[in-house]
């Protein structure tokens, strides 16, 4: 089945030191991103990725890095340098806008990050 | 600057009822999409409809419908006949066209209880 896999589900950090989440698809999206949820907040914005080997700053990429070597892998690292990193992390992925595709976000199931 | 508002953070209902969430948003451009995303306990968000600024036909999918009124900048959806399996957090988000950032609302959490 066509879909996005995120990797870990659950994952614990302490502080200080980095992490690199999963995202992988295999939808053939050009389109890539990563969003953080937290509680009463929606989503925001971390990275996303229009092409292979290009990426852009979302709203809140500080402290977060990415990498788009090839178009199925979307790899987030949180770093120590973001301070409050305790959230759940979205991957989701996005058809063009030409019709019949209607540019709607397919997501991952999340990974769940909690430093100690 | 672009921003969705959903003001409900949380609603209840018993099944059966009808239900309706709101969402309004803020926009400069004059074309844009809005969109509705269904969170299940799984985590993933499902999409369920999106809506062109030009197009303010209302929309009916089963028991779910989508009023769009650029009048009032609002996109509501409503559940008819309610069911335990509509519990979820649904998002409303909207998106420029030939962009890549969708912005989402803060959601709002259905509880249906039988």
């Known amino acids: 089945d066509g879909g996005i896999t995120q990797s870990p589900k659950y994952l614990f950090r302490k502080e200080g030191q980095n992490v690199t989440l999963s995202c992988e698809q295999n939808l053939n999206h050009d389109a890539m991103y990563w969003y953080r949820q937290d509680p009463g907040q929606g989503l925001r914005l971390i990275y996303y990725s229009q092409i292979v080997n290009d990426f852009q700053k979302g709203d809140i990429a500080e402290g977060y890095s990415v990498s788009r070597e090839k178009k199925e892998s979307f790899p987030l690292t949180v770093t120590s340098a973001q301070k409050n990193p305790t959230a759940f992390y979205l991957c989701a992925s996005s058809t063009p806008e030409i019709a019949p595709n209607t540019g709607e976000l397919f997501f991952g199931e999340g990974s769940r990050l909690t430093v100690l | 600057a672009q921003k969705v508002t959903q003001a409900q953070t949380e609603i209840s209902v018993v099944e059966k009822e009808d239900v309706t969430l709101d969402c309004v948003y803020e926009?400069?451009?004059?074309?844009?999409?809005l969109f509705w995303y269904k969170q299940p306990p799984s985590g993933e968000l499902v999409f369920l409809i999106r809506?062109?600024?030009?197009?303010?036909q209302n929309e009916i999918s089963g028991r779910y419908s989508w009023n769009f009124q650029k009048s009032t900048s609002s996109f509501n959806f409503t559940i008819t006949a309610s069911q335990v399996v509509d519990s979820a957090v649904y998002f409303c988000a909207l998106r420029d066209t030939g962009g890549f950032k969708t912005i989402f609302g803060a959601g709002t959490r259905l509880f249906v209880k039988a």
């Open positions: 926009t400069r451009d004059t074309t844009y999409y």
């Open positions: 809506r062109n600024s030009f197009d303010e």
